[in-house]
T-cell receptor, first 114, second 113 residues
Framework: AAGVIQSPRHLIKEKRETATLKCYPI?????VYWYQQGPGQDPQFLIS???????DKGSIPDRFSAQQFSDYHSELNMSSLELGDSALYFC?????????????FGSGTRLTVV | AQSVSQHNHHVILSEAASLELGCNYS??????LFWYVQYPGQHLQLLLK??????LVKGIKGFEAEFIKSKFSFNLRKPSVQWSDTAEYFC???????????FGSGTQLTVLP
């Protein structure tokens, strides 16, 4: 079965650079969630989208922005990168009507800021 | 805001030992509860979930969890662990109208062969 696809798998950026992470949800899923997992930490919710509109917002820095496109894929844009942004960024998707059954996570993008 | 506590940061067991990982949450209203497993270098996978009905829920790979509302707990259990269960286990809760999950800090389980 198709899963949540994230690209790239690994990304190395320098401080103050920008990065764009992509997430392709499971077909027919209408909701996308972004989580950040720092080294040795639990995943922290950043932001979510339903039907191309932002639905919930968590601890997403102002330097980050995200959007969901007409094909339901989502992109997380990160600017003025800091060393502390180094983390594993997970995307998850679900059907809004069935989110309570647990959503499906992608394999993540490991971002390293040097 | 809800919070989740996992008191065991690292658990080391021998194969065939029984497992119980603690999870407590703080939220007074209706909650949905999840356990996720993360194998080294991999994404989070759903083990089991509770949102209503029988408080004893069974998940994949022989895991089960019991929701005890009076104790605000949702402990994960497995009667006999295997080496392949070595992974990090996260308890997560969703509460109220929000759809995002709040995760605990995780428990690293190491099973010795």
């Amino acid at each position: 079965a198709a899963g949540v696809i994230q690209s790239p798998r690994h990304l190395i950026k320098e401080k103050r650079e920008t990065a764009t992470l992509k997430c392709y949800p499971i077909p027919r899923h209408d909701t996308v969630y972004w989580y950040q997992q720092g080294p040795g930490q639990d995943p922290q919710f950043l932001i979510s989208f339903y039907e191309k509109m932002q639905s919930d917002k968590g601890s997403i820095p102002d330097r980050f922005s995200a959007q969901q496109f007409s094909d339901y894929h989502s992109e997380l844009n990160m600017s003025s990168l800091e060393l502390g942004d180094s983390a594993l960024y997970f995307c998850a998707s679900s059907l809004l009507s069935k989110w309570v059954y647990g959503y499906t996570f992608g394999s993540g993008t490991r971002l390293t800021v040097v | 805001a809800q919070s989740v506590s996992q008191h065991n940061h690292h658990v080391i067991l021998s194969e065939a030992a029984s497992l119980e990982l603690g999870c407590n949450y703080s939220y007074g209203g209706t909650v949905n509860l999840f356990w996720y497993v993360q194998y080294p270098g991999q994404h989070l996978q759903l083990l089991l979930k509770y949102f209503s009905g029988d408080p004893l829920v069974k998940g994949i790979k022989g895991f089960e969890a019991e929701f005890i509302k009076s104790k605000f707990s949702f402990n994960l259990r497995k009667p006999s662990v295997q080496w392949s269960d070595t992974a990090e286990y996260f308890c997560a809760v969703n509460a109220g109208s929000a759809r995002q999950l709040t995760f605990g800090s995780g428990t690293q389980l190491t099973v010795l062969p």
